[in-house]
């Protein structure tokens, strides 16, 4: 059966302890997708056998099962596609099609319009569609992502160390723990999931505590619309991410790392599988193991991604206790994004202060962008920071843009008199905006910005835990509200009320999903006037 | 009482709307408002549940924190200054009760009722096309009444049923976003699932919708009369464990049975039999 080929032959004599019960319950999720991709739903038979094994009560089980997107609890068929209607998707024209599921961003951005298929059976096949990733229209001054498209054959060992690969982490291990640190500090590397969290910081937190074991979590659930640069970076070259993996592990303390990977990139499954597989012994003690989600945009959330790690719904913690005390299982836990850990290789190498001379004194390194939208050449590009939006989209193509949503949905729209903002984190928050995971959507004359903003409060009523209930209601009363707005049928506050729900949002949800949930139809309103009298 | 031989806990010194006020280190700022006297509103909050603060009826402005902080688990802080009554916390309460006055049937929620008075709360602000919380009300069973009409998702039935309290685990959060909803495994009714009806989700359910099946007939039939209602207390006849009863009792009749939180025995829970198993008392033989 496909739970025990994920959870080992049943055992009577070993599952029946109280002890048990806490340490299996993390494989609730893998189990249920195990069940779902070799029949294509989860049955009544498969969630009683998945409870029964790991103990796990079956309200709970019930609860868990159905918080994910992509597990149905109905029979359906094995063949299954979901169509990306998200931002950059709608844009190129995207359809759903009799039989398809609708599906928000994909990560596919720069192929859209995109499509996700899931195939169940004896050996499940997955797909994106199209499955050709375009390559990079950038050559010149690559750091990140110097090997990609370079001939390095991202599911080779021996390739990846010929290009340079693992001298980092052999550097790493020469300098010692307190030494990467110290680099790291220097560096002023920020996180690039979007909080731009100091990396050194949070990992001299975790180096200090006293409280055993250490974990190292890599967020790669990126989900926010627009954005698939991780998935570039997992696919094309995965080693790298488990190499600066055992670097902010040495660093950290930790000896145990998880990869929380979106569902929908089965590409990146199974190229990083692969690079794990692979360098075992490289990793000398450090064990990796890659966690799949099931559809899920909330469990990009650091505290949501350790409740779906650890088998309960993704629900999203309250902070404080932060992570770097109370994280994954209740230990000291140290999360970076894909992105972030990237850029560890080069700190590591270069040293900090070396790292720390390209880009802005506040904002150090270079910045993936994710461009997608009305551009000639979608796809991702990197820059130094400080480089301005104008020329980022120059490099992309893009003639007059109306209008660009930079950072996702959980970011803000712009109009063209910012076109000359140098994006770095300082300007950026000055302006009022964000860079977030860099997304840059950009928006023609032509496009239906009244549209995008519709689909927007869509994907947050859709993708909100529902836990609190600002995020749960307010999602819902902004979406009807932008509903009646474009219909030209507003109520007489409407305007009024709608950033009422945005404050509170805000100001009182648990998470950064409500807390950003109006940022861009509230941008939309003020800095472009959309819906104005 | 409990006898404590852990270490003397430190006291911390924190300011809520100007007043100082010392606290034991790990109290949180509710402890402190209450200390006070500051009114705090809560819903999920519960004296013998732990904080899931999700409700956010509770919260309020810490200094220097870039949002606003649920009172009922933040712990307080060494010269944490807070502010329960400011625009932005006034806000928010108010904006959290329109949107479960919204979405939620309250009519049996007293507690919220009176928050959204105090608030000056309009839940019709959002209009009559506003979507609502809609389900089937689910009478299963003689003994209670679920009716997730009324549920404004605290959480406070799934924590005494699971690990809280009762650790049947027969009732979890279902669902995601506004489709959350509590659910039996599979969503099965309440007898083919592992419920053993102590009622201890009834009793510390805010709203209304889970309720005693006694107390639902009763509203149906327009004879539930809370205001003359007498609670007796006694102490449960079945076994030797000693938990205290209060019997409310309308009309000369047992309507609904409960037990002091502050008991050291049940914190205000019980089984079945001390719950629901009143009839005997006034089940007279007919002459």
Same mark, same amino acid.
């Given at each position: 059966?496909?739970?025990?080929?994920?959870?080992?032959?049943?055992?009577?004599?070993?599952?029946?302890?109280?002890?048990?019960?806490?340490? %299996?319950?993390?494989?609730l999720l893998?189990? #249920?997708?195990?069940?779902?991709?070799?029949?294509?739903? /989860?049955?009544?038979?498969?969630? +009683?056998?998945?409870?029964?094994?790991?103990?796990?009560?079956?309200?709970?089980? $019930?609860? !868990?099962? =159905?918080?994910y997107?992509?597990?149905?609890?109905?029979?359906?068929?094995?063949?299954?596609?979901?169509?990306?209607?998200?931002?950059?998707?709608?844009?190129?024209?995207?359809?759903?099609?009799?039989?398809?599921?609708?599906?928000?961003? #994909?990560?596919?951005?720069?192929?859209a319009?995109?499509?996700?298929?899931t195939?169940?059976?004896?050996e499940?096949?997955?797909?994106?569609?199209?499955?050709?990733?375009?390559?990079? %229209?950038?050559?010149e001054?690559?750091r990140?992502?110097?090997?990609?498209?370079?001939? /390095?054959?991202p599911?080779?060992?021996?390739?990846?160390?010929?290009?340079?690969?693992?001298?980092?982490?052999?550097?790493a291990?020469?300098?010692g723990?307190?030494?990467?640190?110290?680099?790291? /500090?220097?560096?002023?590397?920020?996180?690039?999931?979007?909080?731009?969290?100091?990396?050194?910081?949070?990992?001299?937190?975790?180096?200090?505590?006293?409280?055993?074991?250490?974990?190292?979590?890599?967020?790669?659930?990126?989900?926010e619309? +627009?954005?698939?640069?991780?998935?570039?970076?997992?696919?094309?070259?995965?080693?790298?991410?488990?190499?600066?993996?055992?670097?902010?592990a040495?660093?950290?303390?930790?000896?145990?790392?998880?990869?929380?990977?979106?569902?929908?990139?089965?590409?990146?499954?199974?190229?990083?599988?692969?690079?794990?597989?692979?360098?075992?012994?490289?990793?000398?003690?450090?064990?990796?193991?890659?966690?799949?989600?099931?559809?899920?945009?909330?469990?990009?959330?650091? =505290?949501a991604? @350790?409740?779906?790690i650890?088998? @309960?719904?993704?629900?999203?913690?309250?902070?404080?206790? @932060?992570?770097?005390?109370?994280?994954?299982?209740?230990k000291?836990?140290a999360?970076?994004?894909?992105e972030? #850990?990237?850029?560890?290789?080069?700190?590591?190498?270069?040293?900090?202060?070396?790292f720390?001379?390209?880009?802005t004194?506040?904002?150090?390194?270079?910045?993936l962008?994710?461009?997608?939208?009305?551009?000639?050449?979608?796809?991702? $590009?990197?820059?130094?920071?400080?480089?301005?939006?104008?020329?980022?989209?120059?490099?992309?193509?893009?003639?007059?843009?109306?209008?660009?949503?930079?950072?996702?949905?959980?970011?803000?729209?712009v109009?063209?008199?910012?076109?000359d903002l140098p994006?770095?984190?300082?300007?950026t928050?000055?302006?009022?905006?964000?860079?977030?995971?860099?997304? !840059?959507?950009?928006?023609?004359?032509?496009?239906?910005?009244?549209?995008?903003? #519709?689909?927007?409060?869509?994907? @947050?009523?859709?993708?909100?835990?529902?836990?609190?209930?600002?995020?749960?209601?307010?999602?819902?009363?902004?979406?009807?509200?932008?509903?009646r707005?474009?219909?030209?049928?507003?109520?007489?506050?409407?305007?009024?009320?709608?950033?009422?729900?945005a404050?509170?949002?805000?100001?009182?949800?648990?998470?950064?999903?409500?807390q950003?949930?109006?940022?861009?139809?509230?941008?939309?309103?003020?800095n472009l006037?959309?819906?104005?009298? | 009482?409990?006898?404590?031989?852990?270490?003397p806990k430190?006291?911390?010194?924190?300011?809520?709307?100007?007043?100082?006020?010392?606290?034991?280190?790990?109290?949180?700022?509710?402890?402190?408002? *209450?200390?006070?006297?500051?009114?705090?509103?809560t819903?999920?909050?519960?004296?013998?549940?732990?904080?899931?603060?999700?409700?956010?009826?509770?919260?309020?402005?810490?200094e220097?924190?870039?949002?606003?902080?649920?009172?009922?688990?933040?712990?307080?802080?060494?010269?944490?200054?807070?502010?329960?009554?400011?625009e932005?916390v006034?806000?928010?309460?108010?904006?959290?009760?329109?949107?479960?006055?919204?979405?939620?049937?309250?009519?049996?929620?007293?507690?919220?009722?009176?928050?959204?008075?105090?608030?000056?709360?309009n839940?019709? *602000?959002?209009?009559?096309?506003?979507? *609502?919380?809609?389900?089937?009300?689910?009478?299963?069973?003689d003994?209670?009444?679920?009716?997730?009409?009324?549920?404004?998702?605290?959480?406070?039935?799934?924590?005494?049923?699971?690990?809280?309290?009762?650790?049947?685990?027969?009732?979890?959060?279902a669902?995601?976003?506004?489709?959350?909803?509590?659910?039996?495994?599979l969503?099965?009714?309440?007898?083919?699932?592992?419920c053993?009806?102590?009622?201890?989700?009834i009793?510390?359910?805010?709203?209304?919708?889970?309720?005693?099946?006694? &107390?639902?007939?009763?509203?149906?039939?327009?004879?539930?009369?809370?205001?003359? &209602?007498?609670?007796?207390?006694?102490?449960?006849?079945?076994?030797?464990?000693?938990?205290?009863?209060?019997?409310?009792?309308?009309?000369?009749?047992?309507?609904?049975?409960?037990?002091?939180?502050?008991?050291?025995?049940?914190e205000?829970?019980?089984?079945?039999?001390?719950?629901?198993?009143?009839?005997?008392?006034?089940?007279?033989?007919?002459?």
């Amino acid at each position: 059966m496909a739970i025990d080929a994920v959870l080992g032959p049943a055992d009577a004599t070993s599952s029946r302890t109280a002890r048990d019960d806490r340490t %299996h319950r993390h494989m609730l999720l893998p189990a #249920l997708r195990a069940a779902q991709q070799r029949v294509g739903w /989860v049955s009544e038979g498969a969630l +009683g056998y998945a409870s029964r094994r790991l103990r796990v009560p079956p309200a709970d089980a $019930y609860g !868990v099962a =159905t918080f994910y997107a992509l597990l149905s609890l109905e029979e359906r068929p094995a063949d299954v596609t979901h169509v990306c209607t998200d931002l950059s998707c709608a844009l190129k024209g995207a359809t759903v099609g009799p039989g398809e599921h609708a599906s928000p961003c #994909l990560g596919l951005c720069e192929r859209a319009p995109a499509k996700y298929r899931t195939i169940a059976g004896p050996e499940p096949h997955e797909e994106q569609i199209p499955a050709e990733s375009p390559p990079l %229209h950038q050559r010149e001054g690559l750091r990140l992502l110097k090997r990609i498209g370079a001939g /390095v054959d991202p599911e080779s060992l021996d390739a990846y160390v010929a290009a340079g690969g693992f001298a980092s982490l052999a550097r790493a291990r020469e300098l010692g723990a307190e030494a990467v640190l110290q680099q790291i /500090v220097e560096s002023r590397l920020l996180g690039r999931g979007g909080a731009a969290f100091p990396t050194g910081v949070k990992w001299e937190a975790v180096a200090r505590q006293p409280a055993q074991p250490h974990y190292l979590v890599c967020n790669a659930d990126e989900s926010e619309p +627009g954005t698939f640069k991780d998935r570039v970076l997992m696919e094309q070259d995965p080693f790298a991410l488990v190499e600066s993996m055992t670097i902010a592990a040495l660093a950290t303390g930790s000896t145990q790392g998880y990869i929380y990977v979106r569902a929908e990139y089965p590409l990146a499954h199974k190229r990083l599988q692969n690079a794990i597989d692979r360098t075992t012994e490289l990793r000398d003690g450090f064990e990796i193991e890659l966690r799949i989600g099931a559809g899920a945009y909330v469990c990009g959330e650091e =505290t949501a991604l @350790f409740q779906s790690i650890e088998g @309960f719904r993704g629900e999203p913690r309250n902070k404080p206790p @932060f992570p770097v005390e109370v994280g994954l299982f209740g230990k000291p836990t140290a999360v970076n994004n894909v992105e972030t #850990l990237f850029n560890v290789l080069d700190v590591v190498a270069e040293g900090g202060e070396e790292f720390a001379s390209v880009g802005t004194e506040a904002s150090t390194g270079t910045r993936l962008f994710c461009v997608s939208g009305c551009v000639e050449r979608p796809g991702l $590009y990197e820059l130094p920071f400080g480089a301005t939006l104008r020329s980022l989209l120059e490099l992309a193509g893009s003639a007059a843009p109306k209008a660009v949503l930079l950072g996702g949905a959980a970011g803000a729209f712009v109009g063209p008199e910012l076109l000359d903002l140098p994006l770095t984190y300082e300007d950026t928050r000055a302006a009022g905006v964000t860079l977030g995971s860099g997304v !840059v959507i950009v928006y023609d004359e032509q496009s239906d910005l009244v549209a995008a903003l #519709l689909r927007i409060a869509e994907f @947050f009523r859709d993708e909100s835990c529902g836990q609190c209930v600002p995020c749960r209601v307010g999602t819902v009363r902004q979406e009807e509200a932008l509903h009646r707005l474009a219909a030209g049928r507003p109520h007489p506050d409407e305007l009024a009320t709608l950033a009422e729900v945005a404050q509170v949002m805000r100001d009182a949800s648990i998470c950064g999903l409500g807390q950003t949930a109006a940022n861009a139809v509230a941008s939309a309103i003020t800095n472009l006037g959309v819906f104005a009298a | 009482m409990t006898i404590s031989i852990a270490a003397p806990k430190k006291m911390i010194e924190l300011s809520v709307d100007g007043q100082p006020v010392r606290v034991f280190e790990g109290s949180t700022i509710l402890d402190a408002c *209450r200390m006070l006297g500051v009114e705090t509103p809560t819903l999920c909050y519960g004296d013998t549940l732990t904080p899931v603060n999700v409700c956010r009826v509770c919260v309020v402005e810490v200094e220097g924190a870039r949002t606003l902080v649920p009172s009922c688990s933040r712990e307080a802080e060494e010269g944490m200054v807070v502010h329960t009554d400011s625009e932005r916390v006034r806000l928010s309460r108010r904006l959290v009760l329109e949107l479960l006055g919204s979405s939620v049937d309250l009519s049996t929620a007293p507690e919220a009722l009176a928050y959204i008075e105090e608030y000056g709360a309009n839940p019709s *602000r959002f209009g009559p096309e506003a979507a *609502r919380v809609e389900h089937e009300i689910k009478i299963d069973n003689d003994l209670y009444v679920r009716d997730y009409n009324k549920c404004i998702l605290c959480y406070k039935c799934v924590s005494a049923c699971g690990e809280d309290h009762q650790n049947t685990f027969a009732i979890a959060v279902a669902g995601r976003g506004f489709d959350s909803h509590i659910s039996t495994e599979l969503d099965v009714e309440l007898p083919e699932s592992a419920c053993v009806y102590c009622g201890n989700c009834i009793a510390v359910c805010p709203t209304g919708a889970l309720m005693s099946k006694a &107390e639902y007939d009763k509203r149906v039939a327009g004879t539930w009369d809370p205001e003359n &209602e007498n609670v007796v207390t006694t102490v449960c006849p079945y076994c030797g464990v000693g938990c205290n009863l209060e019997l409310h009792v309308q009309d000369n009749e047992i309507v609904n049975v409960t037990s002091p939180h502050d008991h050291d025995v049940t914190e205000g829970n019980l089984c079945i039999k001390g719950r629901f198993g009143y009839e005997f008392v006034q089940n007279r033989p007919k002459h």
